[in-house]
């Protein structure tokens, strides 16, 4: 299987920045989709934005122009640089896994890995 840690968040002014990190472990020797989802108190889960292998990238109206997500393939790792960060990006973040080919196996799982959650706080 696969599990995926968070780690990143915290309190940030208005205007601040974040940089959320995601590493995936497990035995897997590749992942088509990763990404960043959010939940705000009240709210839906909603996508933030994902890389799709090679480099194709998804983010939400909201974000775009300020969150940029990059990948690290090999690593297994994904990362959301979050800049001018606003009271309403506040949520729980969590990290995604989505066409994950697990080892020895030719076809990617049907199962879609969620990491913990991280907290991001954007306040004065």
């Known amino acids: 299987q696969v599990q995926l840690v968070e780690s990143g968040g915290g309190l940030v002014q208005p205007g601040g920045s974040l940089r959320l990190s995601c590493a995936a472990s497990?035995?897997?020797?590749?992942?088509?989709?990763m990404g960043w989802y959010r939940q705000a108190p009240g709210k839906q889960r909603e996508l933030v934005a994902t890389?799709?292998?090679?480099?194709?990238?998804n983010y939400a109206d909201s974000v775009k122009g300020r969150f940029t997500i990059s990948r690290e393939h090999a690593k297994g790792t994904v990362h959301l640089q979050m800049n001018n960060l606003k009271p309403e990006d506040t949520a729980v973040y969590y990290c995604?896994?989505?066409?994950?080919?697990?080892?020895?196996?030719?076809?990617?799982?049907?199962?879609?890995?969620w990491g913990q959650g991280t907290q991001v706080t954007v306040s004065s």
């Open positions: 890389m799709t292998n090679p480099s194709r990238t």
């Open positions: 497990g035995s897997f020797f590749s992942i088509n989709t």
């Open positions: 995604n896994a989505d066409g994950v080919y697990l080892t020895g196996t030719y076809y990617p799982s049907r199962d879609v890995y």
